[in-house]
């Protein structure tokens, strides 16, 4: 019983907290579907009143005949429930069309406030944790599922006015024309039925919540099947089966769930509700029938008491244009507010020292790690244990190691995407949190690994780098020439105006390589006005090993006199650094520059020489392409990277 009466203080909970949602889809507009709300509740009393009075004066309209004021009367009340009847026929459309209006108003809200808190924190913590990603796709999930968004939850709290408009006015009608005893007896039994079908659907949604990492799988599944990309594998590998079977065993896990949990909550509590129901009515009914038998009430009253009964049972139903929306809706809303508590959470952790200084001009000595520790949140495990790491002003610093010692931490780090667990990070001796975060980032033009691809013009994709400056259109090709794809965008169908997406009009797709000069265009954008720090993590992943040399060979030349970090998994790629960080277990293991480490013999000189033996392997391999490619048995695809101008590296194009 307990649970049952917190079950009921939780749906209401709910609705008073959509009640507080509601005004933001506009006050004037909640006042006016409120209104007509109660007006749609009271005209179906109004038809029951006119039916019934028509119904009780037909036989005076009998007697009398036509023309007769029994006549005039059964007419009378005729045209006044026909009046009922067609005004609820008008307004219930312009209800649809408001409580939608009112819903989209909400629901854009809503994005506003996922986005806004996507976008708030000044790290990417947020954006990285499982616990706060479900919350996000559960709620992006159900806000593009219409009728279970908040807005939605807003427009069906307020169509509850009209039903238990109807409701009440129910039960006043039969305890005004017969008993009050009775209509409290029916009003009890139709919110017996609500209760079990508000709560069961309640303790349902709760269910679909339980089961979001399951429903995830099944959706993963699916979505493989029916990607393109997919399709390739899928058929070589012969994985059309295998995939099939566990889609349908996921699937059937959960719904065996579901089944379990509907018995259970809708079945058996539902025979208890019946019983009820079929009690409290088949008493009242009877006593109405009785009554009319001995002339204690007219037919009139009679009709009046049936039809009020009936609609009042009638209203212990599900409600579709409601129940569906204020349940899932609330969710959705819980959904919103957790994500945005949890990116809150997380933006506290950003630390503002005070006076807040200006970071122009810096670095002009160096940026120095020192003594920091981090581990991911949620997680024990150092990635940096201790760092001590010093990258000089205007130099070029590389730092290489296996995967997982920490190099893209360190890029993170510098950024101030994530914010040590213990140690400073300095430049020119002063803590890069006395920086305002914006203003510091400012500094750094950066490639990650996983960099953007946004789906909008080649220009904009380059001057992103600066968003200021991004319509000088010389500066944006001055940077795509310097990155060695200036040629290739501008034989694009629409040039540098483009979109890099094919499925836009006129768009056009480029290669892996080809995208990420346009990545390392962006960061020479940002380091050509304004920033000091160039960060290239790992910026020739998708080159080849021939291409990727030819780049770092001219990078210094381009980047000379910018205080530049490169991270890289390829020993020999970085080896006109100024300097060589090698890093292991999350610390600085030996550094200095490349003939200094080959010289020592240290892990660095081993890794060199494996890698630089699998680079001849594969320089042979390609030079027995390239024979047999001009020898015409091998067909190259045109505009890939082997055979554009971009693909020996930077080159040196001319503005135009």
Known sequence: MQRHLRGVIDIYRGYYRIARLAPSGGRGLVALLVALNVVLGLLPALFIVATSIMIGRVPAAVIGGVGSAGWRDLVAAFGLAAAAFLVQQILAPMQLSLGELLARRVDGRVYQRIIGASLSSTGIGPLEDQRLLDELNQVVTTLETSFRSPGMACSGLIALVARYGQLVAAVVMVGYVFSWLGAVALFAATMVFRTGQRGGQRKYGLLFTRSIATRREARYYRSIAMRPLAGKEIRVFGLASWLSDHYRDVQLEMLSLV??????????????????GLAATGITLAALGRAAATNAVTLTQLTLGLQAAMAALRLGEFYPESDTQTQFGMA????????????????????????????????SNEIRFEAVDFHYPGSDRPVLDKLDLV????????????????????????????????GRLLADGQDIRSYGVDDWRRQIGVIFQDFNRYELTAAENVGFG????????????AAAARAGILATLERLPEGLDTPLARQYKG???????????????????????????????????ALDVRAEAAFFDKFVDVTRGATALLISHRFSSVRHADNIVFLAGGRVVEQGSHDELIAAGGRYAELFHLQAERFTEDEAESEAVDAADLAGDVETSPGGDSESPEGAGIEPEVVR
């Not at 949990?261 to 019983?275: N, S």
């Not at 600066?466 to 090709?477: F, H, P």
């Not at 995208?515 to 993590?537: H, K, P, Y």
């Open 259 to 276: 089944w379990a949990a509907r018995r259970r909550i809708y079945l058996w509590p539902y025979l208890f509700y019946t019983a009820f």
């Open 391 to 422: 990258l000089p002003a205007g130099r070029c610093t590389a730092i290489v190691g296996l995967n997982g010692a920490g190099k893209t931490t360190i890029v993170k780090l510098l950024s101030r995407l994530y914010e040590p667990t213990s």
């Open 466 to 477: 600066a968003i200021e400056l991004a319509g000088d259109r010389r500066k944006v090709r």
């Open 332 to 363: 959705a809303q819980d959904g919103v507010e957790n994500f945005e508590r949890g990116v809150a959470a997380f933006h506290e952790q950003t630390v503002q020292l005070e006076p807040r200084l200006d970071p122009k001009g810096h670095p």
């Open 507 to 541: 768009g056009a797709e480029l290669s892996g390589g080809q995208w990420q000069r346009v990545a390392i265009a962006r960061a020479l954008f940002a380091l050509e006005n304004g920033a000091s720090i160039l960060v290239l993590d790992e910026p020739t992943a």
